[in-house]
């Protein structure tokens, strides 16, 4: 153990500890911008400066270890001035109009700068703007980019895709696209990594919400929104909400509210992509050519998008299946149209989505199979969501529970873990087993699936066949497993893949808080919706079964191929 002082404070931590994380543990926050654990950890804002008893030179938290008969300061005059100046520094080079920033109210810098009581800024340095294409679902605004480094180390370290870098040199300094490239040429996932991880205004998703208010203000046309599973464990978080007040139920009330037409769930057509991929798994596992096994889930889109850039030799090993948000918008504006006997050309289908990717998802070419233009009009994030909220006043807690509204509101407790890390593949082995063998298993037969490792392997014997899987998060995760599959080290039948750590509930478009990686504490929401459902096998969704009787036949029939499938080389 190291022994040192900090505040006049005795304090005896491990060997190793930064000054940081000892001072934490008596209770002292040193305020810091750019830090985040094992991710960024290079003292690129100088925010954590703290005095050093001895020393001339002030030294910063994060990235010094502790040295025994340490003594420091974190709060002496020297330490405030120094770091008043360097918020105020920053400050300058930072577009400051608060009222109009997206993070106003959630960013780090601001509370900083509240905090020490940066009311007057004597220095003006230049702001420096950045072209963008407004249609990527990442916008970044190089006016308010602080240079912390974050976004960089994210996406390099995380994502394996070092889209961003360091341009330019001197005061001219700033953070951008690597190698001069458009963001829509630089293999960008559109994952939201970086979004959730920056601390300011810098970074955020393309904003839709103009749109949707358009089609919900317009006599003529009929909203019809899906909600997706993770949505419902954190939309309460930027509106202040505990989570026993902001339910799913509650949800569904304030999106009636809002003036929605139809509030569907995307866990009705979860279900549905589990009876077209679980057969479509059951099809190649029995086909003697296994040149398509692995099968790969498709319905995470960052993934499809990187299996596309980084390793086009796998597409192929891709289920066909669409996402359940395509599905979905592809069945509205066919089957539901024409069971409620509306002109699909009036509806705007849309949804809410804890994912940056979604957008991109829903704009590209084939996804408009019902032949009404987009099968998804249009995708807002949760934040976006929670901003629309705001924007309409309403006061969620002042609504009741309410009902999603039938058919396309049903769902399994299968349907609602795909928010989760491995949950796809768990729903899909609860019907692949009913499939081969007739017979349910105990629902919870593949609970070796969940949980937040990295790469988890498990193998199942589902009626004398060995069932071989992999589940996967992160896209740096994803690219260690393509390596070893292609090494020849490892062979799997079936492997779920979320670009996102912990999968949607830790996507890119939910709620932020100073970087923390959240989805370790949303996943358990959806585990116990799913004993909570009387029905926990998508194949017993019953209104799934009827659309199959009244529409699609069975999966993967001709129609069910037109709608809910996708060539991924188009
Ligand atoms: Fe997901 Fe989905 S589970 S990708 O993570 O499959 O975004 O929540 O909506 O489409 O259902 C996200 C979440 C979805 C889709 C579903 C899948
Ligand atoms: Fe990297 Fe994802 Fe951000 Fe794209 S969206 S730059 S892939 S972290």
Redesign the pocket.
């Given at each position: 153990m190291v022994n040192l002082t900090i505040n006049n404070r005795p304090v005896s931590v491990p060997e190793g500890t930064t000054i940081l994380d000892a001072a934490a543990g008596i209770g002292i926050m040193i305020p810091h911008l750019c830090y985040l654990r094992d991710i960024n950890e290079i003292a690129a804002c100088r925010v954590c400066q703290v005095e050093l008893q001895g020393k001339e030179k002030l030294i910063t938290a994060c990235n010094n270890k502790v040295e025994e008969g340490m003594v420091i300061f974190t709060n002496s005059p020297k330490v405030r001035e120094t770091r008043k100046t360097i918020v105020r520094l920053i400050l300058s080079q930072h577009d400051c109009r608060c009222a109009i920033c997206v993070r106003s109210g959630n960013c780090e810098l601001q509370k900083i700068a509240n905090d020490l009581g940066c009311i007057e800024n004597p220095y003006n340095g230049r702001i420096e703007h950045n072209d963008w294409n407004p249609e990527f679902p990442?916008i970044r605004d190089n006016a308010k980019c602080i240079k912390c480094m974050r976004?960089i180390q994210?996406?390099e370290k995380?994502?394996t895709?070092h889209?961003?870098d360091v341009v330019n040199t001197g005061s001219r300094t700033t953070v951008d696209v690597a190698n001069g490239r458009k963001i829509e040429h630089?293999?960008?996932?559109?994952?939201?990594?970086?979004?959730t991880h920056c601390p300011v205004g810098a970074?955020r998703e393309k904003d839709d919400i103009g749109k949707v208010l358009a089609a919900l203000n317009d006599p003529e046309t009929i909203t019809v929104v899906q909600v997706a599973p993770a949505v419902r464990t954190a939309w309460g978080e930027d509106l202040g909400m505990p989570g026993d007040v902001a339910t799913e139920k509650r949800l569904a009330s304030v999106l009636r509210h809002i003036g929605f037409d139809y509030v569907f769930d995307t866990n009705f057509s979860a279900d549905l992509t589990i009876m077209e991929e679980g057969n479509e798994f059951i099809e190649r596992l029995k086909n003697p050519d296994k040149s398509r096994l692995p099968m790969f889930t498709s319905c995470c889109p960052?993934w499809v998008r990187f299996v596309k850039s980084q390793y086009p030799e796998f597409v192929d090993n891709l289920s066909t299946a669409k996402s359940p948000q395509q599905m979905f918008g592809a069945v509205v504006k066919s089957y539901f149209a024409k069971k409620a006997d509306i002109d699909p050309s009036r509806i705007c289908s849309v949804s809410i989505m804890p994912c940056?990717a979604k957008k991109a998802e829903a704009a590209y070419d084939n996804m408009s199979s019902a032949g009404y233009g987009q099968d998804v009009d249009y995708v807002l994030t949760t934040r976006e969501f929670a901003r629309l909220v705001r924007g309409e006043a309403i006061i969620p807690e002042a609504l009741p529970e309410e009902d999603f509204d039938s058919p396309l509101g049903t769902y399994s407790g299968a349907g609602v873990i795909f928010g989760a890390t491995g949950g796809v593949m768990e729903a899909a082995l609860r019907s692949a087993f009913y499939l081969v063998t007739g017979k349910n298993p105990d629902a919870d037969a593949f609970s070796a699936v969940r949980g937040m490792n990295p790469w988890k392997e498990a193998a199942f014997n589902v009626g004398g066949n060995e069932i071989r899987t992999a589940t996967v998060h992160g896209?740096g995760n994803t690219r260690q497993l393509l390596d070893a599959i292609k090494r020849g080290e490892v062979k799997y039948d079936f492997v779920e893949v979320m670009?996102c750590p912990g999968g949607c509930v830790g996507g890119?478009g939910q709620p932020i808080r100073d970087g923390q990686e959240l989805a370790k504490d949303r996943a358990p929401i959806l585990y116990s919706l799913d004993r909570s459902k009387n029905i926990r096998f998508s194949h017993e969704n019953p209104d799934v079964l009827k659309m199959y009787e009244e529409f699609f036949e069975k999966p993967n029939s001709p129609v069910a191929h037109k709608l809910l499938h996708t060539d991924h080389h188009a």
């Amino acid at each position: 153990m190291v022994n040192l002082t900090i505040n006049n404070r005795p304090v005896s931590v491990p060997e190793g500890t930064t000054i940081l994380d000892a001072a934490a543990g008596i209770g002292i926050m040193i305020p810091h911008l750019c830090y985040l654990r094992d991710i960024n950890e290079i003292a690129a804002c100088r925010v954590c400066q703290v005095e050093l008893q001895g020393k001339e030179k002030l030294i910063t938290a994060c990235n010094n270890k502790v040295e025994e008969g340490m003594v420091i300061f974190t709060n002496s005059p020297k330490v405030r001035e120094t770091r008043k100046t360097i918020v105020r520094l920053i400050l300058s080079q930072h577009d400051c109009r608060c009222a109009i920033c997206v993070r106003s109210g959630n960013c780090e810098l601001q509370k900083i700068a509240n905090d020490l009581g940066c009311i007057e800024n004597p220095y003006n340095g230049r702001i420096e703007h950045n072209d963008w294409n407004p249609e990527f679902p990442i916008i970044r605004d190089n006016a308010k980019c602080i240079k912390c480094m974050r976004c960089i180390q994210v996406c390099e370290k995380i994502q394996t895709l070092h889209v961003w870098d360091v341009v330019n040199t001197g005061s001219r300094t700033t953070v951008d696209v690597a190698n001069g490239r458009k963001i829509e040429h630089a293999d960008c996932a559109a994952c939201g990594q970086c979004v959730t991880h920056c601390p300011v205004g810098a970074l955020r998703e393309k904003d839709d919400i103009g749109k949707v208010l358009a089609a919900l203000n317009d006599p003529e046309t009929i909203t019809v929104v899906q909600v997706a599973p993770a949505v419902r464990t954190a939309w309460g978080e930027d509106l202040g909400m505990p989570g026993d007040v902001a339910t799913e139920k509650r949800l569904a009330s304030v999106l009636r509210h809002i003036g929605f037409d139809y509030v569907f769930d995307t866990n009705f057509s979860a279900d549905l992509t589990i009876m077209e991929e679980g057969n479509e798994f059951i099809e190649r596992l029995k086909n003697p050519d296994k040149s398509r096994l692995p099968m790969f889930t498709s319905c995470c889109p960052g993934w499809v998008r990187f299996v596309k850039s980084q390793y086009p030799e796998f597409v192929d090993n891709l289920s066909t299946a669409k996402s359940p948000q395509q599905m979905f918008g592809a069945v509205v504006k066919s089957y539901f149209a024409k069971k409620a006997d509306i002109d699909p050309s009036r509806i705007c289908s849309v949804s809410i989505m804890p994912c940056t990717a979604k957008k991109a998802e829903a704009a590209y070419d084939n996804m408009s199979s019902a032949g009404y233009g987009q099968d998804v009009d249009y995708v807002l994030t949760t934040r976006e969501f929670a901003r629309l909220v705001r924007g309409e006043a309403i006061i969620p807690e002042a609504l009741p529970e309410e009902d999603f509204d039938s058919p396309l509101g049903t769902y399994s407790g299968a349907g609602v873990i795909f928010g989760a890390t491995g949950g796809v593949m768990e729903a899909a082995l609860r019907s692949a087993f009913y499939l081969v063998t007739g017979k349910n298993p105990d629902a919870d037969a593949f609970s070796a699936v969940r949980g937040m490792n990295p790469w988890k392997e498990a193998a199942f014997n589902v009626g004398g066949n060995e069932i071989r899987t992999a589940t996967v998060h992160g896209l740096g995760n994803t690219r260690q497993l393509l390596d070893a599959i292609k090494r020849g080290e490892v062979k799997y039948d079936f492997v779920e893949v979320m670009a996102c750590p912990g999968g949607c509930v830790g996507g890119g478009g939910q709620p932020i808080r100073d970087g923390q990686e959240l989805a370790k504490d949303r996943a358990p929401i959806l585990y116990s919706l799913d004993r909570s459902k009387n029905i926990r096998f998508s194949h017993e969704n019953p209104d799934v079964l009827k659309m199959y009787e009244e529409f699609f036949e069975k999966p993967n029939s001709p129609v069910a191929h037109k709608l809910l499938h996708t060539d991924h080389h188009a």
